[in-house]
């Protein structure tokens, strides 16, 4: 039992690896100069302003980034949650992410990936590492993947937003609209911000739940709060993670940075 608990493991980080180690090699080519007030100059204030604030004018621009998080995730309303740690890659020129989730379920060891690379997405989770529970793939995944991404460069990597891959429109003095588009997929999101300038809440209708049977469409969000230095750069230290359904907001996920390290050239397990 524990040489089949131990392959299933070794199974989605091999595939994790693969896919990151081929993306340190043949997707990491994007210049990193310095971000400049002229590279900001056609956002939208509010987006300017968070740009500004996150400290990432007079650094360098990002190509890739590397995150670790902790947290509890749900899979129903009002159930104890499972505490999971993360790694994530993220990378730009041709956009693709990688997270790679380990947790405990029922007091048994569970794994999950996230894969998203050339517009395509899949997910999976197993149980004992090898029971599968979820094995998510196909068009409305790959959207809905699109979503998190272009959530990710909003809360993580706010360099990247003078991507010419998203177009901008001022709302109002505190709300931008970004319409991000990657290959024939476009999807959309509005940014919301404080009177301090930071990025409080990101609100998209792209995006799905699913357990991989089954795909419902509902307002995502992902609420962010507790802004701290991160490696250089002011960032929400804290986010939840909402499906907002007719009968109910449902907060499936809380999750929390342990290190985020931008511009990576190697592999670090």
């Known amino acids: 039992m524990v040489v089949f ?8 980080k ?10 340190l090699l043949e997707n990491n080519t994007f210049p990193t100069d310095i971000l400049t007030e002229k590279d900001i ?8 302003d968070y740009l500004r604030y996150t400290k990432s004018v007079g650094q360098e621009k990002v190509k890739n980034f590397r995150a670790e998080f902790v947290g509890v995730l749900h899979s129903k309303p009002n159930d ?4 999971v740690q993360s790694v ?23 794994t999950a990936l996230h894969l998203y690379q050339n517009e395509t997405a899949t997910f999976q989770v197993k149980l004992l590492n090898w029971i599968t529970l979820v094995d998510a793939k196909g068009t409305q995944m790959n959207q809905g993947e699109t979503v998190t991404l272009f959530n990710d460069m909003c809360v993580i990597a706010p360099a990247t937003l003078i991507d010419k891959r998203i177009r901008w429109e001022a709302i109002n003095d505190t709300v931008a609209k970004g319409t991000f588009t990657n290959g024939n997929i476009t999807i959309s999101a509005k940014l919301y911000f404080n009177k301090n300038h930071e990025l409080a809440n990101f609100i998209s209708n792209d995006r799905y739940e699913t357990d991989g049977n089954t795909y419902r469409n509902y ?3 992902t609420p962010v709060k ?11 230290s804290q986010g939840s993670m909402i499906y ?5 907001d449902f907060t499936y996920g809380e999750l929390g940075y342990k290190s985020v390290t931008y511009n990576v050239t190697e592999l670090k397990d």
């Open 5 to 12: 608990v131990s392959l299933g493991s070794f199974l989605l």
């Open 219 to 221: 307002p995502w969000s």
């Open 41 to 48: 100059a056609h956002l939208p204030a509010p987006v300017q």
């Open 226 to 236: 507790d802004y701290k230095l991160i490696n250089g750069y002011l960032l929400p």
């Open 244 to 248: 907002h359904k007719p009968e109910g």
């Open 14 to 23: 091999r595939e994790f690896t693969s896919r990151v180690q081929h993306d």
């Open 88 to 110: 994530q890659y993220n990378f730009y020129e041709n956009p693709s992410r990688y997270f790679y989730i380990t947790a405990t379920k029922m007091g048994l060891p569970a």
């Open 80 to 83: 104890k949650g499972m505490k």
